[in-house]
C-alpha cells in the first residue's frame, strides 16, 4: 500500500511564526504536491515538484515556499504565517506514470493560526 | 481553460435511495477525470477514474460515472446510499498540458438519512 504521512494532524501556531509541514512518501514517487483545502473552494494547489530539487509554482503560492532535498520528502514551510493561512494542508504524491495516474494523499494537517 | 464544476455543494438522501452526484468539465482537449472521497478528518481516496477506455467506470464502494462527451459531464452514481457514504465527494480533471496537476471541483457533501 501506498503511504503518504504528514508530520502532524494538528497544529497551532502564532502570527509570524516560521511554521514547516513535513510530508513523506514510501513508494518511491517522483511527483508530489501540497494543497490547501477550505470550505467551498475545494482543493487550491500551492506549490509540486516533479522529482527532487525540482519545484514550481501552483495556483496560490504566495507565502509559502518548499524544499525537495530527498525524493521521498516535500516540506511546505509558511515563512511568517498569518491568520490568513488557516487551512487543511494536504501533500499529495504520483509516480510519474502519465496524465491517469492518480494522487496519493496524506491525512491532512490542520493548521490554525492566532 | 480547464475546469471542473459540481452542482450542490450539499447533498442529503435517504439510506436505501440512489446517489447522483454531478460533475461537468470544461476542457478544449479530451480529459481525464476523477472522483475523490474524503471521510470525516482523513486525506483523499480516489474512488474511480475515467483515462479514455471505457465511458462507464465502476469503483470502489459501489460506485460508478459515466463520462459523457457530449454533455461534458462525469456525474457520480451508487444505486443504494448506505450510512458509511456519509462524505465529501470532488472531482476533479487532470490538466492536459502540464503534466498530471489536478483542478479539483469545489465539493459536495453527502448526508445520508436513516
Known amino acids: 500500500d501506498v503511504k503518504v504521512t504528514q508530520s502532524s494532524r494538528y497544529l497551532v501556531k502564532r502570527t509570524g511564526e516560521k511554521v514547516f509541514l513535513e510530508c513523506v512518501q514510501d513508494?518511491?514517487?517522483?511527483?508530489m504536491f501540497w494543497y490547501r483545502q477550505d470550505p467551498g473552494l475545494g482543493l487550491r494547489l500551492i506549490y509540486f515538484?516533479?522529482?527532487?530539487?525540482?519545484?514550481e509554482k501552483g495556483d496560490i503560492p504566495e507565502g509559502y515556499s518548499v524544499s525537495r532535498e530527498k525524493k521521498e520528502r516535500f516540506s511546505l514551510i509558511l515563512e511568517s504565517a498569518s491568520t490568513n493561512q488557516t487551512s487543511m494542508y494536504l501533500c499529495a504524491s504520483r509516480p510519474h506514470l502519465g496524465l491517469g495516474g492518480e494522487q496519493y494523499f496524506g491525512p491532512g494537517t490542520r493548521l490554525t493560526v492566532t | 481553460a480547464q475546469s471542473v464544476t459540481q452542482l450542490g455543494s450539499h447533498v442529503s438522501v435517504s439510506e436505501g435511495a440512489l446517489v447522483l452526484l454531478r460533475c461537468n468539465y470544461s476542457s478544449s482537449v479530451p480529459p481525464y477525470l476523477f472522483w475523490y472521497v474524503q471521510y470525516p478528518n482523513q486525506g483523499l481516496q480516489l474512488l474511480l477514474k475515467?483515462?479514455?477506455?471505457?465511458?462507464l467506470v465502476k469503483g470502489i464502494n459501489g460506485f460508478e460515472a459515466e463520462f459523457k462527451k457530449s454533455e461534458t459531464s462525469f456525474h457520480l452514481t451508487k444505486p443504494s446510499a448506505h450510512m458509511s457514504d456519509a462524505a465529501e465527494y470532488f472531482c476533479a480533471v487532470t490538466l492536459y498540458n502540464q503534466g498530471g496537476k489536478l483542478i479539483f471541483g469545489q465539493g459536495t457533501e453527502l448526508s445520508v438519512k436513516p
Open positions: 515538484s516533479y522529482d527532487v530539487k525540482m519545484k
Open positions: 513508494m518511491d514517487h517522483e511527483n
Open positions: 475515467y483515462t479514455s477506455a471505457a465511458t
